[in-house]
């Protein structure tokens, strides 16, 4: 799979943020269309920008309330995503993003949803654009993606997709069944990966703006989720969409590199497992002690874990003769402390 960022992420400028993802090693951004409005350059230096740092565009978003409006507000919607399609093309890219109604006015009728979005999908297919479709976990009468699932199947156009975000998903304690056993790879328009916290909630939108973390940070079965992803084939972007206040206070850069690690670790929670087959052990052989533990230390952790140590009983007993390691006891428990440079 390839990796991506939405600009929202991470703090600083367009350019900040473009050049932190490029060298987090990030192949693709999303574009936050606040990132864009506040960038004194045009799309197409931001599609330069890109092609220089070696990043791909690879969505422009978020475009809300697009469906089930009153008839003289879809026209205006249609209109505006009309102007934002050539703002896409600026940018060299063919996705767009779309979020589901939350408006109190947004009609229920899901015939006349998956009709919008038909039209809409249509004008797309004439600027050979994909849309993709997004529930959100506070969205007016469409909140699980499931139910975004099903209008996208209503809608029926190949150029119309459905949106996966792992936060909108688990929030609201979504299974894995509708994404394993019903939607297409090629009906994902796009996947974005977010973590979290597990808590109950009624304001998702709080809940989702100031609680979002990496994958492996949270609570949510992210793993699960890339894990049906590469089991039905898909190969495309995974993105990083992260609400967070600390995430946009900090420094770009580092926080770039703590989502590309986080990617890595996610591919290697879902790698295929090589080595010895459990069948081929012997079903004989059984764990009956374990002899020591091995701790890596150094700098002034190394000495705090020292000290906790000794206040739990420990005491160093042994030192090796040539190297900085020494053995802490209590009782038949052993420790090894390995102060080595470069141990870790």
């Keep these: 799979m390839k990796t991506a960022l939405a600009t929202v992420s991470i703090s600083g400028t367009l350019r900040e943020k473009m050049e932190a993802a490029s060298k987090a090693g990030f192949q693709g951004v999303e574009i936050f269309e606040n990132d864009l409005t506040q960038y004194s350059g ?28 009153p ?41 006349l949803c998956a009709a919008d979005l038909r ?17 959100l976990a ?19 156009h190949p150029s119309l997709g459905i949106n996966l975000d792992t936060f909108h998903m688990f929030s609201r304690g979504n299974t894995l069944d509708c994404l394993r056993d019903e939607i297409p ?23 989702s703006r100031h609680s979002r973390c990496f994958p492996g940070q949270g609570d949510m079965p992210v793993v699960e989720f890339v894990q049906v992803l590469k089991d039905k084939g898909f190969d495309d972007y995974l993105s ?13 850069v580092a926080k770039a590199i703590d989502g590309m690690r986080s990617l890595i670790w996610l591919d290697d929670q879902t790698a295929p497992k090589h080595g010895i087959v459990k069948d081929d052990i012997d079903a004989t052989a059984s764990i009956i002690d374990v002899e020591f533990i091995e701790f890596a230390v150094e700098g002034s952790s190394g000495d705090e874990l020292i000290k906790t140590l000794s206040q739990l009983g420990f005491a160093e007993t042994h030192k090796h003769v040539s190297k900085n390691v020494s053995l802490m006891r209590q009782g038949d428990i052993n420790l090894i402390l390995n102060k080595e440079p470069r141990s870790s």
């Design 185 to 207: 790879v090629d009906k994902i328009a796009l996947v974005q990966v977010a973590d979290a916290p597990i808590m109950p909630r009624t304001d998702y939108l709080t809940y």
């Design 138 to 156: 506070w969205g007016r009468h469409i909140a699980d993606y499931d139910d975004a699932w099903d209008l996208v199947q209503r809608a029926d």
């Design 42 to 69: 045009s799309p197409s230096d931001v599609s330069k920008m890109a092609r220089d740092l070696g990043l791909e565009i690879i969505a422009l978003q978020p475009f809300r309330d697009m469906e089930g409006n």
């Design 71 to 111: 008839r003289d507000i879809q026209k205006k919607r249609i209109e505006m995503l009309k102007r934002k399609m050539q703002v896409a093309h600026e940018l060299g890219t063919n996705r767009l993003l779309m979020c589901c109604n939350v408006q109190p006015y947004a009609s229920p009728d899901r015939d």
């Design 240 to 252: 990083h969409e992260i609400f967070n206040d600390e995430f946009r206070s900090s420094d770009p």
């Design 119 to 135: 039209d809409l999908a249509e004008i797309a297919a004439s600027e050979e654009l994909i849309l993709g479709y997004e529930a």
